[in-house]
DNA sequence: GTCTATAGGAAGATAGAC
DNA sequence: GTCTATCTTCCTATAGAC
């Protein structure tokens, strides 16, 4: 292990985390759990990282792009307003159908950091992360279709999210994905209705 | 303490742990915060109950019923449908805003119990509870003013509880709860919409 | 930087006197 | 049933040789 250095082990903690974190939970992502993932030795953690919080940090960071990631590409699609958002929303849904533990990490992660002195901040940016790209889109769908929303971004932003988040929670615990999908096109159909030319 | 039945203790202790999931995070709900909570000693805990698991388990019903309770009774309402369904939703969201610890101790409980594989099946149930309450919800309001609704019920079920469940969790974790309670009766409105004669 | 060994503490659960 | 004292295990973090 000589030859890897300290910045470049970083980056393999931060991923192994994530990997044991999908895996078993984040209550199992113990640094002992973390550094045999890794394949690295028990003292290798702290000369990388001051403290567990500090590869946290780095993680919810990581894994909120993760998540956003996808939902942004499939909304580069053509056509109209609304088949936009259904394929930028289509995109998500598949990505949660593909990776449901993943998901189901950033919603234990976010509960997580809430309640660590530390970390309360990192959870409350993660929100907003996700609220400021939902707003990028809806202002970017009206103005590439030339309308405007007949309701104020704002709650349409936090409309959208919520739905998303909710559905996403929804699916991961009850299971019934047709429905809950089904559901998610209900919303797309319903917020495409409400642009004004 | 010698005056205090086993069963008695059993309700004492559900009630000391939600209050200190309320206050401290369901992490640091241990076995020797929730006696010192009840004012018991550590001992007491294992003749009231065979094991912490299922202590939770009888937490999770618990905390579960608190949380539909204030919705059920706000939808007595006397009016229309979208007045009934408005006074319904009116009256959870109050509740959150009132307590929302309590709620923040919902989400905390369903990560924990599904990566519990003795609980999982109580985290499943934890939704069904949820989603069967707003079918049934949906239901009366169609029956006592004479519609019903142009989408499939189980749908429109799913699109209430995911944006219900989101909004929360979206206030919760970023905390506007004007918008988000904007964006609340924004989703009234369209459901209420959905109704046909 | 890199590793082994260990400190120091807190968790769930139990043994055994009363 | 009731309690005190303790067992066992697992955690984060550090000390110190190389």
Same mark, same amino acid.
Request: no cysteine.
């Given at each position: 292990m000589a030859r890897v250095s300290a910045a470049a082990r970083r980056e393999l903690l931060i991923e192994a985390t994530i990997r044991v974190m999908v895996r078993d939970g984040v209550a199992k992502a113990t640094t002992r759990a973390i550094v045999a993932e890794a394949n690295?030795?028990? #003292? @290798?953690f702290h000369y990388c990282f001051r403290s567990k919080e500090e590869l946290l940090e780095r993680v919810i960071e990581t894994i909120t792009d993760h998540t956003l990631d996808p939902a942004l590409e499939g909304?580069? @699609?053509? #056509?109209s307003l609304e088949e936009r958002l259904r394929a930028g929303l289509g995109a998500y849904w598949q990505h949660v159908l593909d990776h449901p533990d993943e998901h189901r990490v950033t919603y234990e992660l976010t509960q997580y950091a809430l309640r660590e002195s530390g970390l309360a901040d990192v959870a409350k940016r993660q929100y907003q992360t996700y609220l400021a790209a939902n707003t990028k889109v809806l202002e970017t769908l009206a103005e590439v279709s030339g309308t405007t929303w007949s309701v104020p971004v704002p709650v349409l932003a936090r409309y959208v999210t919520a739905l998303i988040d909710g559905l996403t929670l929804l699916y991961l615990n009850e299971g019934d994905a047709g429905t809950a999908g089904a559901a998610l096109d209900l919303g797309a159909e319903y917020v495409a209705g409400l642009a004004r030319i």
């Open positions: 690295m030795p028990l #003292g @290798a909304l580069r @699609a053509d #056509g």
